[in-house]
């Protein structure tokens, strides 16, 4: 269905520079259009493996980008180079900017409360074309109540913080109820809110972000224990391609 996306143990990027990413997702809020963007770290590809449902969701979004440095070099080591790495937290920047330089609506969910808050409150200061119609920390009982007020208030941009797969399923359950672009964007509300710290540029440029985040966070261990299992899976099928 989705021809020329690259294979990573099931499932299927869009191998796109961050320019043209960039371009037609532009394209794409100029024209009105319902999106569904994912982008799966080297975390999200394992659990998709083991949840079929998971999976079938995430490969048939509109885009599926490669959110880290596992990813690029996984596709490498299959002998199906990609472009470059578009980070979940830099899609969110420039989102955010083009509904600044747009005068979109934006709709968010997700994180805890004081996070949110903090997220509403950068937005409204920083990017004030912004028209941002609602948002919802992600610890809500009833799905149903968010999805009311987004079906109402019609944003052209909605970004949903629940961690993955609970972000996915819920943009499959209810993307039908707006024509927007939809996209998951995990801890990044942590980041943006400044209640959490992204790695120095330099750590950044030398790919190192995840051992940052690991030092920083050391209850992540068990998480990252994904990395060197999804290496080893992409030996054993890269020896078997050969
Ligand atoms: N979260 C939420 N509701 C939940 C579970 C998680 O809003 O029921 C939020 C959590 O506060 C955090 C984000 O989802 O902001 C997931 O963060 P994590 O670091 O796990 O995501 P990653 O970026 O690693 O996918």
Redo the contacts with the bound molecule.
Sequence with gaps: MHKNRINILGTEFDNFTQDQFHKLVSTDLDNHANKFIVTPNPEIVLSARDNTRFSNIVNNADYVIPDGIGIIKGARMLGTPMHERITGFDTLMFLINQANQKHLKLYMV???PE?INASAARIKKEFPNIDLVGYH???FKDDGIIATEIAEKQPDIILV????P?QEYFINKYRDRCTAVWIGV?????VFSGTKKRAPKVVQKLSLEWFYRLVKEPTRFGRMLAIPKYLHLIKKESKNNN
């Design positions: 997700g994180a805890k996070v920390d992600g610890y913080a629940l961690g993955s609970k995990g801890g990044s509300f942590d």
